[in-house]
């Protein structure tokens, strides 16, 4: 039974890399489970060439976006873990409530917003958007983590004098790794992935991140399917390598209150 | 000391109490937090109350107009009369209903089967959550093709001979269009219309739409892995000698399972229904670059409307209304979640 559980879910690699490797002429609708007949990389040539640009975008868009709310989300995590006061658990009830919202209800005010400050369709403006709507996951996630380390440590640094930030820079920050690790890769995922908010911002094609290239890509009828295929391996692969190796820290981000947007 | 972020199943992980501050020092938590409060109740609750009163307001065109629309809440009532809107919120319960069936139920048994321990559980774990990590484009598109009627799993059926052995008995070959497919599955429209007699003039048929079929499969491969992880770190805070005590009892395994695992599961099922609950009240980029908005409105979905009437026909009240109609949705189901969860820590 797993067996079977393990070819369904491993079919659609399979027909992504092998229609990807056939060459154009040779993918027609009879033959689309074979294995091809003779290896070639056209459809990765192409799809390659024309994505490219786009998956430039992508890094340039999710490294700063990554970073930067990983940063500001584990300061909101530590106050919210360690500092709590009056009112700290609404308002990160307030603050958590923003990452489950529909983003199509914001979408009008948002790209008006970016006109009147001038980022509308441009890249850094999409990397402020990622950052202010990541915030509630990664102080999420970073709450959680910071809730599990224990109170001791606190309690020492106070002693030694140290205060709020003291105490975060130099008992937390250095304890802190594995949560940047985990918030890091799944931020990069979900940015890298994210298609509403590039599709929308972006209007320009040259500035477009990789996901809206590759469905305008496969939108076009004028190109293969060897190609789009080929084009989808090359989207997914950074997310995809980032999952093969560091598999174990992205299933701890999702667990540790994911949500695919 | 190594910290270790602990596997939850539960969103918010309890917090110990926290050492009591001194008095001067009070003020710096609130302060530290302001910027990030200050941009959600920008970015999040002013933009929503915005949204709320474009989709109340004239600007349906691309001249932008905020004045109010007479009378109140006129975009709603068209937009509830619209059968396309009808088409969707149909699609989304469908689809919400088959899809959580489906990636609840599956990745239970994966996590189930997984739990014996047999020769690579790691491996199969991660090629079942691999697809999670892929993008709903990228998954979209491959599934597309895969259930294209003229090749992908059609092939596969006669391949297999299953359309063979229906044509030797007499039978039509059993090729759906699938994605091309408007047609209806179990429409309730003429039971309906013996309760409720104006059900008859209604022009969308009530049931399971056969091209939405395909989508649910895909968002079932996309996610299945996300429930099968949730059980699985649920499974693991089932203590040892709590299976260890059943079996002194005299449970077989198949009864550890039924009488101990799964009802301690309870609430992972819960967190896990809520959490690919929202994502399917939401989903659209799955539909987007896999049917679009299908043959006759068949896997169109208010996300996509949205879309449509926003960017498109450049209708901002009518894109807003649905928008916050979506909004609603959502917050049905997390605000309850979020506040319970919250309130235990």
New interface residues.
């Given amino acids: ?2 067996l079977g ?2 070819l ?6 399979y ?2 890399v092998v ?1 990807g490797l056939k060459e154009a002429t040779k993918v027609s ?2 033959t ?2 074979n294995l091809p007949q003779q290896l070639s990389g056209g459809g990765f040539v192409e799809a390659w060439r024309r994505l490219q640009p786009n998956l430039g975008n992508s890094l340039m868009l999710a490294i700063p976006a990554t970073i930067l709310s990983a940063i ?1 989300g584990s ?2 995590g530590y ?7 009056r009112g ?2 609404l ?8 990452m ?3 983003y ?7 790209i008006q ?1 970016l006109e009147q400050v001038k980022l509308y369709g441009t890249i850094p403006g999409l990397v402020v958007v990622h950052v ?2 990541g ?2 996951i990664t ?3 970073f ?3 910071y ?5 001791e ?3 020492a640094a ?1 002693i030694d004098g140290a ?3 003291r105490t975060y820079l130099d008992v937390m920050l250095p ?2 790794m ?2 940047f690790v ?1 918030v890091g890769i799944f931020q990069f ?1 979900n940015i ?2 994210d ?2 908010f590039g599709v ?1 911002i972006l209007p320009n094609p040259a500035a477009q991140p990789v ?1 809206v290239a ?2 305008n890509l ?1 939108g076009s009828f004028s190109v293969d ?1 060897n190609v ?2 080929a084009g ?1 391996v090359v ?2 692969l950074p ?2 390598l ?3 190796f560091l ?1 174990r820290f ?3 981000g ?8 | ?9 539960r ?6 109490k ?2 009591r ?1 001194r008095h001067l ?2 003020l ?3 302060l ?2 302001a ?3 200050i ?3 920008i ?6 109350a ?2 709320v009163w ?1 989709s109340l307001s004239k600007w349906g065109t691309l001249r932008m107009d905020f004045n109010l629309r007479e009378p109140f809440g006129y975009t709603y009532q068209q937009m509830f009369s619209m059968p396309r809107w009808h088409a969707d919120l149909r699609n989304t319960f469908i689809f919400t209903i088959l899809f959580l069936f489906g990636s609840i139920f ?1 990745g239970l048994l ?1 996590a189930l ?2 739990d014996r321990k ?1 020769i690579g559980h790691t491996i ?1 774990r ?14 979209g ?6 259930f ?1 009627p ?3 799993v059609n ?2 059926f006669d ?1 297999l001979g299953i359309n063979h052995l229906i044509t030797s008995m007499g039978g039509h070959p059993f090729k759906p269009g699938w994605t091309t497919d408007p047609s209806v599955l179990f429409s309730i429209n003429n039971w309906l219309a013996m309760i409720f007699p104006g059900v008859k003039n209604m022009s969308v048929h009530l049931g399971i739409p056969i091209a939405l079929i395909p989508v649910v499969v895909a968002a079932c ?3 299945t892995g ?1 429930s099968m ?2 059980y699985i ?1 649920g499974m693991s805070t089932i203590s040892h000698e709590l299976r260890e005590a059943a079996r002194i009892d005299g449970a077989n395994e198949f009864q550890i399972y039924t009488t101990v695992i799964l009802p301690l599961l309870g609430p992972v099922t819960v967190s896990t229904a809520i ?1 690919l609950g ?2 399917s ?2 989903i ?2 799955l539909i ?2 896999m049917t679009g908005t299908g043959p006759g409105f068949a896997t169109d979905v ?2 996509i409307f ?2 449509d009437q ?2 498109k026909a450049t209708k ?1 009240n009518l ?2 209304a ?3 109609v ?2 609603l949705l ?1 917050s049905l189901v ?2 309850p979640y ?2 319970s969860s ?1 309130r235990k ?1």
Wanted: net charge positive; aromatic share 16%; glycine share 6%.
């Fill in positions: 039974m797993l559980f393990m369904f879910f491993l079919m659609p690699v027909v992504m229609t609708l009879s689309m489970w500001w300061i909101n106050v919210f873990a360690k500092w709590r006061f700290s658990n308002l990160f009830g307030i603050l958590v409530f923003g489950f919202i529909p199509q209800s914001i979408l009008i005010p948002l917003f202010i709507y915030i509630a102080s999420l996630i709450r959680n983590f809730a599990a380390i224990p109170n440590l606190m309690e106070r205060g709020i930030i304890l802190s594995p949560g985990v995922t890298w992935n298609f509403l929308t996901t590759l469905n496969s399917w789009v295929m989808a989207a997914a997310t995809a980032v999952y093969i598999g992205f299933v701890r999702l667990l540790a209150g994911s949500v695919k947007g | 000391m190594q910290a270790k972020l602990t596997v939850n199943s969103l918010v992980a309890g917090v110990e926290p050492v501050r020092s009070g710096f938590p609130p530290i937090l910027p990030a409060v941009a959600s109740i970015f999040v609750y002013a933009f929503i915005i949204t474009v599956v994966l089967l997984l047999l199969l991660n090629v079942f959550l691999f697809p999670y990590a892929l993008s709903f484009i990228v998954t598109i491959a599934w597309r093709w895969i294209n003229e090749t992908g092939l596969l391949g491969w996309q996610l996300f992880a949730m770190a959490i929202h994502v009240l939401k659209f980029d987007f670059a208010p996300g949205v879309f926003t960017f901002y894109g807003a649905a928008s916050v979506m909004l959502v997390i605000v979020l506040w919250l820590s």
